[in-house]
């Protein structure tokens, strides 16, 4: 006769994503994100001080167009 799987968690990262046993913040950042917190942080603090430079730059831009 068969024993029971005790093994039920599903295999993969996909089958991770879908049956969380996670809690707190590891349920809103997705596994990979959350294993390299320390890369991601920098990836988005580089990309919004890129965003916020290339605003103020359209800014500066477009008020020297603008002056008489």
Do not use: Q
């Not at 990979?32 to 603090?45: D, E, M």
Request: hydrophobic share 50%; with cysteine; aromatic share 8%.
């Amino acid at each position: 006769m068969r024993a029971p799987n005790d093994n039920t968690a599903a295999k993969g990262l996909r089958g991770w994503w879908l049956t969380p046993p996670r809690h707190g913040i590891r349920r809103l950042i997705n596994p990979w994100a959350y294993r390299h917190l320390r890369a991601f942080g920098v990836t988005h603090i580089a990309g919004g001080s890129a965003a916020a430079a290339a605003a103020a730059a359209a800014v500066v831009c477009l008020r020297i167009e603008a002056l008489p």
